[in-house]
């Protein structure tokens, strides 16, 4: 028996300005509560130097959505609340709630840590509203922050965050402070992503421009690394640790591949997988130890299927969705708590996932390397204002999903709830998969001979 893979689009959003991350909120009385943030370069005189660049101005937007998945309501976004502020580099929802509230970290293009917290209005709406902030230091960006709060414990809450310097910051959240507790060199270029070790939150993991994952214990201070990798081939933009399975952590980079990790030897990966474009965002599903969600900037969005991967089995894991309806870089991507019925919802008649090839592009010249501080300052469109990749082709499908491949033990069927945004084009996309057997054919009863 095979299994049937299906995406099925509920709704675009278009956000004004460069979308480029999002997450849902993982408490289970807010997973209702999606968080979206944009990045926007407004540039001033055509004329500035270099040496001006301060002068530049990366401006941002905040969006607090409410969902309601249900087929009856379609489309299952409303929008609650839009916050200008600089420019947003990542979003991440601290796992569990901080005096009984969801707590939303945002590292801004000002250098700044902020923390808004999500209330409970009188109309029956939620709104964030800003808390607390820290400063990493002057003239950076800071470019990505995770919780040490991934598997649910709430002692000792902190903050790791990575900047434009290549330096990291560990923060340490008190009753009413966010303080740093150290900040040391990590890269030699732009430190892309920083993320905890969910199962030993002492271990700090880094990703750099300078192409190198790092390994940082705390408990024995930032003066060197456990271990530098050189596996990535290119600068290092993504790391999650799996909540689920202890040592199991994924990374991507601008090489295109995703490595699977085992945190006891970082000599060598589990495993690696062409995706077919720059990986700047994997997450692990909620509760599916063995599904990782990609967002591949030139290559769209993709669902990979890491079990054979995590048992030492040194194979590619294969993709089992895919996601091809924007038309710019792929660069939030985030798995919904919420439940969805087993019944389809109802939903316009989508085009057919085409793909385009080099020959149909005309007037692009593809650029290699793409990152929020350089080349987001760089247009990719053509002359008519269209963002045009240079290929939409999904990675090779290595092998059909089979029973293998299933949910998890004694699983019927599985349906996700999925939001993804895109840079250029300013789109954010709610879409659901559906991931179910498929149903035997009966035999026909043979025809009564004459």
């Not at 929802?93 to 009188?122: D, N, T």
């Not at 998890?408 to 895109?422: G, P, R």
């Not at 954010?428 to 035997?440: C, L, T």
Request: a negative charge; hydrophobic letters at 35%.
């Amino acid at each position: 028996m095979g299994w049937k893979s299906r995406t099925r689009t509920l709704q675009v959003f278009d956000t004004e300005l460069s979308a480029d991350t999002l997450e849902w909120c993982p408490l289970p009385q807010w997973s209702h509560v999606l968080a979206c943030g944009t990045y926007q370069l407004q540039k001033g005189d055509d004329k500035l130097t270099a040496e001006d660049s301060t002068a530049l101005s990366r401006i941002g937007r905040l969006y607090l959505f409410d969902c309601n998945p249900q087929p009856s309501f379609i489309p299952p976004l409303t929008e609650t609340q839009r916050i200008d502020t600089p420019a947003i580099l990542d979003l991440k929802w601290c796992h569990v709630p901080i005096s009984e509230r969801p707590l939303l970290g945002m590292a801004s293009a000002s250098g700044e840590i902020q923390l808004y917290k999500l209330m409970e209005h009188q109309q029956g709406t939620c709104g964030l509203e800003c808390e607390l902030r820290a400063e990493l230091g002057p003239d950076r960006l800071a470019l990505s922050l995770d919780w040490s709060t991934g598997r649910g414990e709430s002692s000792d809450v902190r903050v790791v965050s990575s900047d434009s310097t290549g330096s990291l910051t560990v923060l340490s959240l008190g009753e009413a402070s966010l303080n740093a507790v150290c900040q040391w060199k990590a890269h030699d270029f732009e430190a892309w992503i920083s993320a905890f070790s969910y199962w030993d939150t002492q271990i700090v993991y880094s990703g750099g421009d300078d192409c190198k994952l790092k390994g940082w214990d705390l408990r024995i201070g930032p003066s060197s690394p456990t271990f530098t990798s050189k596996r990535h081939t290119m600068g290092v933009c993504s790391i999650h640790s799996n909540p689920h399975r202890e040592h199991i952590l994924a990374t991507g980079s601008y090489d295109e591949n995703v490595l699977l990790w085992d945190g006891r030897n970082m000599k060598q990966p589990l495993s690696e997988t062409a995706v077919g474009g720059g990986v700047w965002r994997l997450k692990w599903h909620p509760s599916q130890e063995h599904l990782l969600l990609a967002a591949c900037m030139h290559n769209d969005f993709h669902i990979l299927h890491c079990q054979k991967a995590m048992e030492g089995q040194d194979a590619p894991c294969p993709v089992l969705a895919s996601y091809i309806l924007h038309n710019s870089l792929a660069y939030g991507a985030d798995w919904s708590r919420l439940s969805l019925s087993n019944s389809m919802p109802p939903s316009p008649q989508e085009p057919p996932q085409t793909s385009i090839g080099l020959t149909e592009s005309r007037g692009h010249l593809r650029i290699q390397y793409e990152s929020p501080t350089a080349s987001f300052d760089t247009s990719l469109e053509d002359d008519s204002g269209q963002y045009i990749p240079d290929h939409c082709l999904l990675p090779e499908k290595r092998s059909a999903p089979d029973p293998f491949f299933s949910p998890a033990k004694d699983a019927q069927s599985l349906s996700c709830l999925m939001a993804t945004c895109s840079f250029y084009d300013h789109m954010m996309h709610v879409w659901r998969w559906d991931w179910s057997p498929e149903e035997e054919q009966m035999p026909s009863e043979p025809t009564p001979s004459s």
